[in-house]
Each structure stands twice: as structure tokens, then as C-alpha cells.
């Protein structure tokens, strides 16, 4: 038994004890309960995995020709969003032209 082992066992002996009240004349039954969760410990915690390894179902399938739609609607969407910022900005420049254009015709 290694020391680290050991140690770990000695204490939740300990710990096993005092939660029992401290009872007199137990104690190869709290150092039996410690090896017992420290063997359980090892088994679960510092077991290497035994499940093979497996690709997790998506929630949602979704189709090879979907898929391949994906990169195109997002590059529609840029060129939707380009488009309706022209209209924006030419309404500004309109808009500019028109005040100076009435300011200009106040002035004659």
C-alpha cells in the first residue's frame, strides 16, 4: 500500500469514527469501511474508460443539400444587408441636397 493510499485511508477512518460517535473498540470496522470506499474510489474514478468512444447524435439531422445551401444564403445575406445600407445612405445624400437646395433658393 502506498503511503498516499494509506494516509487517505487513515483518515476517512478517522472521519468514520468520529461521525459514529466515537465509539470504543470499532475500529477495524471504520478502517474496513475506509478501504472498502477507497477500493470504490480507484475502481470508479481512476479507472480508465471502458465504453469505446462515441460520436454523439446531433439533436437535429440535417441534410447533405441543406448543407450545402448554408455557405450561399449567408452570402445572400451580406449582399441583402449591403444593399439596404445604399438606400440608407443615398436617402442622407438626398436628403442634404434637398435642405441645401431650399436654403439656396431662400437666399434669391
Avoid at 474496513?32 to 474514478?45: G, H, I, S
Avoid at 445551401?69 to 442622407?92: G, I, L, N
Amino acid at each position: 500500500m502506498t503511503d498516499a493510499r494509506s494516509e487517505w485511508i487513515s483518515k476517512r477512518a478517522y472521519t468514520i469514527w468520529e461521525e459514529a460517535g466515537r465509539p470504543h473498540g470499532h475500529d477495524a470496522d471504520h478502517w474496513a469501511q475506509a478501504v472498502l470506499e477507497r477500493e470504490e474510489f480507484e475502481r470508479v474514478a481512476l479507472a480508465p474508460e471502458t465504453k469505446p468512444a462515441s460520436k454523439k447524435k446531433p439533436l437535429i439531422e440535417i441534410s447533405a443539400k441543406a448543407q450545402e445551401k448554408k455557405p450561399e444564403a449567408a452570402k445572400s445575406k451580406k449582399k441583402a444587408d449591403a444593399a439596404a445600407e445604399k438606400p440608407a445612405a443615398a436617402k442622407a445624400v438626398a436628403k442634404a441636397k434637398s435642405s441645401k437646395a431650399a436654403a439656396n433658393s431662400k437666399l434669391i
